[in-house]
């Protein structure tokens, strides 16, 4: 913002600028306003020269919202125990709040953390919601589901505790002492 003042040839053409909401507005020493958040702020000039003449102009600040949210993954599968981050495209890209909420709607089977890393728990489906903050309340979502890797990974004979582990390292079942067992396609025996 710039002051006028007159006459021309006044000895003392300082003012001292001021905001009436600095949570709304700001104003540094040259006249110059930031935006902080929404809402409506008065900026004042005051002349320094002793005569306190000012002069206001009522600044309104308004949020560019978000208009559109995708993200980089709709469909996933995971193995047990594997993270992926889902990525999140805002637009505009000249939004004010960008921040996302993320939330899992069956935590048990996959946890999402603040930066949108998904975590796989167990095996089932869970829904990964990212849903903006600005007010907007645009909501995208990511189906997730989890399986225990294909394979395996080791079988343990500890006397009589018979395990099947996947590749993960996962316990996946408990065994009889002996016999054929069907895991998959696969056949497993027990001595």
Do not use: H
Request: proline share 3%; glycine share 6%; with cysteine.
């Amino acid at each position: 913002m710039t002051a006028t003042l007159l006459p021309e040839n006044a000895k003392n053409k300082s003012v001292t600028w001021s905001s009436s909401d600095v949570n709304i507005a700001t104003v540094d020493n040259n006249g110059l306003v930031t935006a902080i958040k929404a809402g409506t702020a008065q900026i004042t000039a005051t002349t320094c020269d002793g005569t306190n003449l000012s002069a206001s102009c009522d600044i309104n600040v308004s949020i560019m919202p978000v208009s559109s949210l995708t993200l980089d993954q709709n469909m996933v599968e995971l193995i047990v125990e594997n993270k992926i981050t889902i990525i999140a495209d805002i637009l505009p890209t000249t939004a004010s709040i960008k921040t996302l909420e993320w939330s899992s709607d069956n935590s048990e089977v996959a946890s999402v953390d603040e930066t949108g890393t998904v975590t796989a728990l167990q095996p089932g489906t869970a829904t990964i919601s990212a849903t903006t903050t600005d007010g907007s309340n645009i909501v995208a979502y990511c189906y997730i589901t989890v399986k225990y890797g294909a394979g395996l990974n080791s079988i343990t004979d500890n006397n009589s505790d018979n395990q099947i582990f996947n590749i993960n390292g996962t316990k996946m079942y408990e065994l009889p002492k002996r016999g054929f067992y069907i895991q998959g396609k696969r056949k497993v025996f027990v001595k």
